[in-house]
Structure formats: structure tokens, C-alpha cells
């Protein structure tokens, strides 16, 4: 039997309120959201930009998904909102055992795991995609989660018009190495990203 996992009744309150109002201010493009999985475990990952960036995931799919954040955001003024939605707080100056434990538990009842394998926001701008961690294919190695990649584009503005993020074909880690894994998970994204520059008109040149 499934086990109740906390914040689930709250993500389902508020999401669809929320989806309602990103929708109508930012305009963004959701390609491929029919890719996600309706059920069993699944991992949802790509590249990080904007604090909104989990937003565009929760429009993508009715599904339930805990996404890991960083702690600071629970002990700021939307500490509530954060816990209310069942995010999984990570400390980033240790190895939280305690974070990956709880979205093990997610992902063995069958549940969604979001999260951005670049560990924090790239703010660079003259790299496109930061090295990804280790942690998305680990845990899918772990439970045999699938992975479902995405890439984001465009800029966070109202009636934005290119904001955009497209979902690639979700895999399995089956018999390939972590390294093999993670190599094959950056290419995915980067390759997203790539198509949504290439559909505005841009072309991406950089590092």
C-alpha cells in the first residue's frame, strides 16, 4: 500500500491556482508534456534559471511532484508555502542524507521527484550549462525511477515571448554507469535547450 507522504493535500489545494496565474502573466511554451509519466516513480529534471523554474513543471503535469530546495528558502518569508507543497529542504553544506532519504521514500511509493542536477542557478552568462551533479542518477539507479529531462529557455517577463520549456523522452539508467548515466542526462538537456533557441530564431555560440 502506497504511504501518505507529507505535503501532497497542500500541493493539490495550491497548484491549481497557481497554474491559472503563471499562465495568464508569464505566457510560457510547454512542449512535450504528454512525455511525463501519468505513474510509477519518476525523476524530473534540467537546468536551473529562475526560482520559478519548478513552476513550469507543475503546469506540465497533474502529478504530485516534490521538488528539493535549498533550506534557506524554508526559513524565508515563503517558508510556509514551501512546506505546505511538500519540498524536500537540502542543506547544500553537507551531504544530506536526510533530503535524499526522504525523495528515496518518494520515489519507492511510486511518487515524482523534481529537481536540478546543475545544484543551484546559473547565473553566468557566458556558460550554457553548468556540470551536472550526481544525484538524479543515483536515485534512479536506487529505484529504478524513470528520468524525464527538460529544458528551459527565455526570460521570466509578463506575456513573455520566450519562455519556454520543452520535455525530452524519458529513460532508465538500466546497465549504464553513473557516469555513463549523467553524460547521457547533460546531453539531453543541452540538446532541449538548443532546439527551444533554435525554434525563437537564436543560436546559441558560447562555451
Known amino acids: 500500500m502506497k ?10 489545494i495550491l497548484t491549481p491556482i497557481m497554474r491559472i496565474l503563471f499562465r495568464l502573466y508569464y505566457n510560457p511554451k510547454i512542449i512535450n508534456k504528454g512525455l511525463i509519466p501519468k505513474e510509477g ?4 529534471v534540467g537546468n536551473h534559471k ?36 511538500g519540498c524536500i529542504p537540502v542543506n547544500r553544506q553537507i551531504k544530506d542524507t ?12 511510486n511518487g515524482a521527484i523534481g ?3 546543475e545544484g543551484t542557478r546559473n547565473k553566468t552568462k557566458d556558460v550554457f550549462l553548468l556540470p551536472f551533479k550526481f544525484g538524479t542518477v543515483s536515485m534512479a539507479q536506487k529505484t529504478n525511477a524513470t528520468i524525464v529531462p527538460f529544458g528551459l529557455t527565455g526570460d521570466y517577463k509578463f506575456r513573455s515571448k520566450n519562455l519556454t520549456v520543452r520535455y525530452g523522452k524519458p529513460f532508465k539508467i538500466d546497465n549504464m554507469s553513473l557516469e ?7 546531453n539531453e538537456v543541452e540538446e532541449l535547450m538548443k532546439k527551444n533557441l533554435s525554434n525563437c530564431g537564436n543560436v546559441y555560440n558560447g562555451k
Open 50 to 85: 529562475h526560482v520559478y523554474d519548478q513552476c513550469l513543471t507543475i503546469m506540465a503535469t497533474k502529478r504530485v511532484i516534490h521538488y528539493m530546495a535549498k533550506k534557506e528558502y524554508f526559513d524565508s518569508k515563503m517558508g510556509w508555502f514551501f512546506k505546505l507543497v
Open 3 to 12: 504511504s501518505r507522504i507529507k505535503g501532497e493535500m497542500g500541493y493539490r
Open 41 to 44: 516513480p519518476i525523476l524530473i
Open 98 to 109: 536526510k533530503a535524499v532519504d526522504s525523495a528515496l521514500n518518494v520515489l519507492k511509493n
Open 180 to 186: 555513463e548515466a549523467n553524460k547521457k542526462l547533460y
Open 115 to 117: 529537481l536540478f542536477p
